[in-house]
DNA sequence: CCAGTGGATGTTTACGTAAACATTGCCTAG
DNA sequence: CTAGGCAATGTTTACGTAAACATCCACTGG
């Protein structure tokens, strides 16, 4: 910096109000500035501006290994958000989901040239870790609950999962299986409920839950036993990759989709357009999720924030050609191809 | 740390010494540093510290928009890595693939607070750009080639799509069609000359190249052109996304696979095993890939590097149900339902 | 008994920046 | 014509750390 200001004939201080685009400086004495600047190459040292100004316009993003699509959309709309704010990220990846990493995540964390933290991971391994947290850092939680404790933005589980159920039910349907995600989750656990209080609202009878763990596989299990069912018309997946292990089981099986059995998956993952048939599911806005978690965090920062809450992003419901009236009673009156499109 | 040290009654210097784990300070000292920091609640602040170490122990990742699964791999493994070597890892994002954005994310990383620099992107984007970087930066690039300009580090993309080829004749095809990328892109340059090559090399005559753009979209629409190529017995697709597209297209113009066609991808996404039928593909060990970029680019830092080249990984042929030897013109001569797996 | 040695610890300083305060010089109002 | 004010710029200082150097002390060997 001295060396700019010494080609460009000013004071380092110059320099520097120039650098940061403060005013009170000429016209003339900006060009000069600018052009030394070019000149010799410079560029502001990040570190001694972080030392100086108290803060790195850094974010921290703890999150599970990038394992599923919908962390890794949010954490695109973070980073994606946080630029737009000057901000960067910082990843700070946990190798396997227990206690002592994410701890050890968090500890780390204190080292670490990070402003604020934005957690995408299940609030049960958060409680004992955020003790270690330094003060003054804020946190946002992304795909959890407890918002009476932390700031939490997530997707409308309950709501998707309720439109999810509704639409099986208005097409004509008497009830809905669910295939569930595991059992520690709590998207799953909340997916799983609002599928239960919406059967029941209707006044429907909620079969026996059926147990997966977001794998193609575990849906390839679940269908091989769902396809057994015969009283099953209808399944809402919790997520789309159940869905595609759930369609290939159903294939197999001599079942037609939707013509026998309909299934609404949950995510709306680009492949999902071209599954056999393409899945009707419910659609996540997860870089809305990305971006109100960047605002928040930076929010909370700005005023010191206290305030917890949740805020919910709603779903949104993509019909497609997996899900119909039902009509498994029909199997075998028609000789057309099995899985052909019913439109 | 001032504070540590008075009550911890030391130096400033003993404390940076305990914190950095120095030797030369008693084991009693130790440990009354160590309790005063824990009482104070004492971290180290990382900005002074990378501004008097003149390095910030964090690596920047440049990348698009994480869209492809494969980048996505590819950054969980650089994070791993570089959290192993004591390392953060800083998310550049850019937005959308064009020059303006890849200059911004450039010259934004002049101030940013990163040692080097990994950058996954095709390489012709890289040109202009490049000239920006501060020096004493090194770069690694991922997903590309010009290893003669910049270090390089990818998957062997030429030799995966080679055992692709061969998988198929050596089952019998006479031929094998070819469902490429886009043309922008390397990788899917590679791949369709490796095609070629081993086509020719075998002594067959490559039949025209079908172009998609690496969505289950575009290998819908091809699927749909090459379900009326009637010699058309063996599909390579370039990734598993297109090749799920294909299956589809087929499918639905009652042909089978393998039994008619037989169709083999490329990357080997978690999905494929679960497709209808199970995809045979080929593996990518991204994993490898983004472990080799960090230790590439912090041996560079270490002897200041010069010396550009390429490292390939290999890949490995996963064989599912989705091939077989050849069998179009038998085509309605059985009975069984289409696409039970031949297994 | 003393010089010499080496380990443990303290003191000084500089890293590059930006806030706070100081100075300069020009313009305007009285 | 001059005091006062304000815009432009310069000077000083501190941010928290760790390298370099300085000091202290206990112990060893002659």
Redesign the interface.
């Known amino acids: 910096m001295a060396d700019v200001a010494r080609l460009a004939g000013v004071s380092s201080q110059t320099v520097s109000r120039v650098s940061n685009g403060f005013p009170g400086v000429t016209e003339d004495t900006r060009r000069q500035v600018l052009a030394a600047m070019r000149e010799l190459?410079y560029?502001?040292?990040?570190?001694?501006r972080?030392?100086k100004r108290g803060e790195?316009r850094?974010l921290g993003v703890i999150t599970f290994?990038?394992s599923t699509m919908g962390n890794?959309?949010t954490?695109?709309a973070i980073?994606?958000s946080a630029?737009q704010h000057g901000y960067?990220?910082?990843?700070?990846?946990v190798?396997v989901p227990t206690q002592d990493e994410v701890n050890g995540a968090f500890s780390?964390l204190?080292?670490?040239?990070v402003d604020a933290v934005i957690v995408i991971m299940e609030i049960h391994l958060l409680d004992a870790a955020t003790v270690s947290l330094?003060?003054g850092v804020q946190v946002v939680v992304a795909d959890s609950d407890a918002g009476d404790r932390y700031t939490v933005v997530d997707t409308d589980q309950a709501g998707g999962a309720r439109d999810a159920v509704r639409h099986l039910l208005d097409l004509g349907h008497d009830t809905v299986w669910h295939l569930a995600g595991p059992e520690g989750s709590f998207a799953a656990q909340r997916r799983a409920n609002a599928w239960r209080d919406t059967l029941t609202a209707a006044g429907r009878v909620p079969p026996p839950l059926v147990r997966g763990d977001w794998?193609?596989?575990s849906?390839?299990r679940a269908g091989l036993r769902l396809a057994d069912e015969p009283d099953c018309t209808a399944v809402f997946a919790a997520n789309d990759?159940m869905a595609?292990?759930l369609?290939?089981a159903l294939?197999?099986r001599?079942l037609r989709v939707p013509g026998d059995i309909s299934v609404i998956g949950f995510d709306d993952i680009?492949?999902s357009?071209?599954?056999?048939p393409p899945l009707t599911t419910i659609h996540q806005d997860f870089a809305e999720v990305g971006r109100l978690c960047v605002e928040g965090v930076l929010s909370k920062m700005r005023q010191d924030g206290e305030g917890h809450g949740t805020t919910l992003v709603p779903t949104r419901l993509v019909r497609r050609e997996s899900t119909g009236v039902p009509g498994r009673d029909r199997r075998g009156e028609e000789s057309r191809?099995?899985?052909?499109?019913d439109a």
């Not at 204190?110 to 040239?113: F, K």
């Not at 191809?337 to 499109?341: D, S, T």
């Open positions: 190459g560029r502001p040292n990040s570190a001694a972080a030392l790195f850094t290994s990038l890794i959309r954490l695109e980073a994606t630029a960067a990220v910082t990843l700070l990846p190798a780390r204190g080292e670490l040239a330094p003060p794998s193609a596989e849906g390839y990759q595609l292990g369609l290939r294939h197999e001599g680009p492949e357009a071209s599954f056999l191809p099995p899985f052909l499109p």
